[in-house]
């Protein structure tokens, strides 16, 4: 099968744990990041590295959200307020200027577990509502019959030997056949690969900066999130989905 023009990363924020429910952030994330290759090769990657060998020196370290909000290493010089300014600033317009479609689906985890009986797992839900938007969007960008690669980032022991990968994997190949309950059909044209986050891909890490807010703005609509302000700009648009692109549930 023939390669197709896009590449796509995935990243997720929160826990899909239903057990336990955060009520300070009871919201599982999942975003895609889907990349024209060309886009990819010749002007994201080197954007991000040129940003990297500016603050670091090196191009090695991971940009990590959490890391970054919580000032924790390698990110211990943002504890300056103006430092730490300037850096999000130029990482934010970074993200505004980088050609990628965002395919986002949110599910309120306390909201799910109060109306079903049963609740599906969130991670296999919000995979399922991506997956739908984006056979939709590559389709609609003539990529029929040819084959699109999904990057997700290892969760557990080595690459596809963790336990939760090895779930991830299966519920990717459910959907693919169309053997979810809510699946509407199946798709022959997706492929999965789980990399470990040593792997250093600034897809997976330009997926990661986007998940947060996106959860963020779901929970608090009115308070000020400028990332999400610059994010929702690279959603999928309407003329597919209403609420220009984000899928919230239930």
Same mark, same amino acid.
């Given at each position: 099968?023939?390669?197709?023009?896009?590449?796509?990363?995935?990243?997720?924020?929160?826990?899909?744990?239903?057990?336990?429910?955060?009520?300070?952030?009871?919201?599982?994330?999942?975003?895609?990041?889907?990349?024209?290759?060309?886009?990819?090769?010749? @002007?994201?990657?080197?954007?991000?590295?040129?940003?990297?060998?500016?603050?670091?020196?090196?191009?090695?370290? @991971?940009?990590?959200?959490?890391?970054?909000?919580?000032?924790?290493?390698?990110?211990?010089? /943002?504890?300056?307020?103006?430092?730490?300014?300037?850096?999000?600033?130029?990482? %934010?317009?970074?993200?505004?200027?980088? *050609? !990628? %479609? &965002?395919?986002?689906?949110?599910?309120?985890?306390?909201?799910?577990?109060?109306?079903?009986?049963?609740?599906?797992?969130?991670?296999?839900?919000?995979?399922?509502?991506?997956?739908?938007?984006?056979?939709?969007?590559?389709?609609?960008?003539?990529? %029929?019959?040819?084959?699109?690669?999904?990057?997700?980032?290892? +969760?557990?022991?080595?690459?596809?030997?963790?336990?939760?990968?090895?779930?991830?994997?299966?519920?990717?190949?459910?959907? !693919?056949?169309?053997?979810?309950?809510?699946? #509407?059909?199946?798709?022959?044209?997706?492929? !999965?690969?789980?990399? =470990?986050?040593? *792997?250093?891909? &600034?897809? /997976?890490? /330009?997926?990661? /900066?986007?998940? +947060?807010?996106?959860?963020? #703005?779901?929970?608090?609509?009115?308070?000020?999130?400028? =990332?999400?302000?610059? &994010? +929702? %700009?690279?959603?999928?648009? *309407?003329?597919?989905?209403?609420?220009?692109? !984000?899928?919230?549930?239930?």
């Amino acid at each position: 099968m023939e390669y197709g023009d896009y590449i796509v990363f995935v990243d997720e924020s929160g826990d899909h744990n239903l057990e336990i429910v955060n009520p300070e952030y009871p919201v599982f994330v999942l975003a895609l990041c889907v990349f024209r290759k060309e886009d990819y090769v010749n @002007i994201v990657c080197p954007r991000v590295q040129q940003f990297k060998l500016a603050w670091f020196g090196h191009d090695v370290c @991971i940009l990590h959200e959490r890391e970054i909000r919580k000032d924790l290493p390698p990110f211990g010089f /943002l504890k300056s307020r103006a430092i730490k300014e300037d850096f999000l600033t130029q990482l %934010t317009a970074i993200i505004a200027d980088t *050609s !990628m %479609t &965002i395919i986002p689906a949110v599910i309120r985890k306390d909201h799910h577990k109060q109306r079903y009986s049963d609740p599906d797992n969130p991670y296999h839900l919000a995979l399922l509502f991506c997956m739908e938007r984006l056979a939709l969007f590559l389709n609609a960008n003539q990529q %029929t019959g040819k084959l699109t690669h999904i990057i997700f980032e290892q +969760r557990g022991g080595k690459a596809g030997g963790g336990e939760e990968d090895r779930k991830l994997e299966l519920e990717f190949r459910r959907i !693919m056949d169309g053997k979810h309950y809510l699946a #509407r059909r199946g798709f022959s044209n997706m492929e !999965m690969e789980i990399i =470990p986050k040593a *792997s250093n891909s &600034i897809g /997976l890490q /330009l997926a990661d /900066l986007v998940a +947060r807010p996106i959860g963020l #703005r779901c929970m608090r609509p009115l308070q000020v999130n400028r =990332p999400f302000d610059i &994010i +929702r %700009t690279k959603f999928m648009g *309407s003329e597919f989905f209403p609420h220009n692109g !984000m899928k919230v549930f239930p």
